[in-house]
Each structure stands twice: as structure tokens, then as C-alpha cells.
T-cell receptor
Framework: NAGVMQNPRHLVRRRGQEARLRCSPM?????VYWYRQLPEEGLKFMVY????????ESGMPKERFSAEFPKEGPSILRIQQVVRGDSAAYFC???????????????FGPGTRLTVT | KNQVEQSPQSLIILEGKNCTLQ??????????LRWYKQDTGRGPVSLTI?????NTKSNGRYTATLDADTKQSSLHITASQLSDSASYIC????????????FGPGTRLSVLP
């Protein structure tokens, strides 16, 4: 059973370009979470999705950032018109289906390191 | 404001020694507390998870304690190994429907030979 997969592992974008980060959850998992980790800082929650639904996007910046988890395929975190401050590691985590979300284990992917030049 | 603090910020110990990492939180309502290990360049990996009624939980050489009254937790590492060098993150879950996980900044542990 493969773990959570993220690609690319490293992404370099110039200011103003778009960045697309992909996350494939563990098999059987239907919950996906995205986190951002700035250098020397802790992880910050961004968004929580289930298949075809955004459940909680309270941690996502209102502009330029969007996320989706389509019925088929990986979850995508999209950052439009990137700026230097977007440089960070972006981690995806998945958990199995269930009502009590906080009681389930989250399994993290290896992260995508975004560098904006 | 829901917040998780960890101390020390960084720690250096010699291989074979024990160490204890601290976590204080002001999170309400409380659901559970987890400790994660994050190797450099990797995603966090869960070590322990404790609910309100649990005082201690062990995972090999890792032992976590929880005092829900004082809102403190500790992670004790016994007989440290070089592979224990990593960041250790305390995460507290909020028992409501919203942003459910509050992450601490982590303690950076370096184990030297």
C-alpha cells in the first residue's frame, strides 16, 4: 500500500507564474489536507477536502490560492501569480473516511518545496 | 486564541542519552494531542496520540505524557540514537468542526556521536 504521494518534490517558479502541486492520498483514504511550512516555522493548516468537496478552507489565503479534489485523480493545490512569500514546503496529508475527523491518523506525504525566484 | 508552544526550540545531546521535550497548549475544546517526528526534507510521521483521559503513551523508546489540567505534554526519548535527530512537533486537535489541528513550532533535536 503506497503512502501519500506528492509531486513534484521540488518546483521553481518565477514571480507571476502559476504553481500546481499534486497529492495522491493513500488507497482508501477520502480526506485530504494541505499544509504550508515556511522556513523555520511550524506547519499551518490551509484546506481540508473530501472527494469533490471543500470542507474547510479557513487557512487558505483568499486570493490566488485554490484547491480541488476531483472524483478521479489527485488533489491539486494551485497558486496563481506566485510571489516570493509563497516559497515554502507544502505538505499533503490523508486520512480514512469517518465522522470523527480528529480521531483519525493523518498520513503525510514528503512535501513539495516551492521556490519562487 | 488556540496556540501550541514547544520548548526548547532546539536541543543537542550525545548518543545514548535521554531527553525530554515540552509542549504547552491553550486549545479549547480539546480533542487529542499528537507528537510527530519530522526528518529533514520529509513529511511528519506520527509517534503517539493521546486523548483527554490518557496520561501516558509509549511507542518504543518514545514516551509521551499528558496533563490535561495544566495543559502540558512531554515527549521523553530514551537511549537516543543518531536517527532520532529530527524535529518533534506537538499537535493539538480542536474538538469542533473547523480548523481542527493546531501545530506547535517544533523542537529541533540533534543527536551527536
Amino acid at each position: 500500500n503506497a503512502g501519500v504521494m506528492q509531486n513534484p518534490r521540488h518546483l521553481v517558479r518565477r514571480r507571476g507564474q502559476e504553481a500546481r502541486l499534486r497529492c495522491s492520498p493513500m488507497k482508501g483514504h477520502s480526506h485530504v489536507y494541505w499544509y504550508r511550512q515556511l522556513p523555520e516555522e511550524g506547519l499551518k493548516f490551509m484546506v481540508y477536502l473530501q472527494k469533490e468537496n471543500i470542507i474547510d478552507e479557513s487557512g487558505m489565503p483568499k486570493e490566488r490560492f485554490s484547491a480541488e479534489f476531483p472524483k478521479e485523480g489527485p488533489s491539486i493545490l494551485r497558486i496563481q501569480q506566485v510571489v516570493r512569500g509563497d516559497s515554502a514546503a507544502y505538505f499533503c496529508a490523508s486520512s480514512p473516511p469517518g465522522l470523527a475527523r480528529t480521531d483519525y491518523e493523518q498520513y503525510f506525504g514528503p512535501g513539495t518545496r516551492l521556490t519562487v525566484t | 486564541k488556540n496556540q501550541v508552544e514547544q520548548s526548547p526550540q532546539s536541543l543537542i545531546i550525545l548518543e545514548g542519552k535521554n531527553c525530554t521535550l515540552q509542549c504547552n497548549y491553550t486549545v479549547s475544546p480539546f480533542s487529542n494531542l499528537r507528537w510527530y517526528k519530522q526528518d529533514t526534507g520529509r513529511g511528519p510521521v506520527s509517534l503517539t496520540i493521546m486523548t483527554f483521559s490518557e496520561n501516558t503513551k509509549s511507542n518504543g523508546r518514545y514516551t509521551a505524557t499528558l496533563d490535561a489540567d495544566t495543559k502540558q505534554s512531554s515527549l521523553h526519548i530514551t537511549a537516543s540514537q543518531l536517527s532520532d535527530s529530527a524535529s518533534y512537533i506537538c499537535v493539538v486537535s480542536v474538538n469542533n468542526y473547523g480548523q481542527n489541528f493546531v501545530f506547535g513550532p517544533g523542537t529541533r533535536l540533534s543527536v551527536l556521536p
